[in-house]
């Protein structure tokens, strides 16, 4: 470790209960911009594996992700590529 304290999500300040309540929002923002229909722990899990994702793509674009509104925003778009890539693995497409 580099000594280093880093909280959930890989950002500082970010709780665990944090976490999940960004989790939530995002999976169920991308849930509702993706025309999905997935249930509440579905939308926690993807919601985190996105924010995840999202801060990973922000820093090799060396985009700063902090604060609430932050997170949630590049946990949402990373819980929209989660979706995306999971529906062009299998097959499977939206309805409008």
């Known amino acids: 470790m580099d000594g280093h304290v880093y909280g959930a999500l890989g950002q500082p300040g970010v709780g665990f209960l944090m976490a999940i309540v960004i989790g939530a929002l995002a999976g169920w923002l991308a849930e509702k911009f993706t025309s999905s229909n997935m249930g509440l722990l579905a939308n926690i899990?993807?919601?985190?594996?996105?924010?995840?994702?999202?801060?990973?793509l922000a820093a090799q674009f060396h985009i700063p992700v902090y604060g609430f509104w932050r997170n949630?925003?590049?946990?949402?778009?990373?819980?929209v590529i989660?979706?995306?890539?999971?529906r062009a693995v299998r097959g499977q497409r939206s309805t409008y």
């Open 45 to 56: 899990v993807l919601g985190i594996i996105g924010g995840v994702v999202g801060n990973f």
């Open 72 to 79: 949630l925003i590049s946990a949402t778009i990373g819980a």
């Open 82 to 86: 989660v979706i995306t890539l999971y």
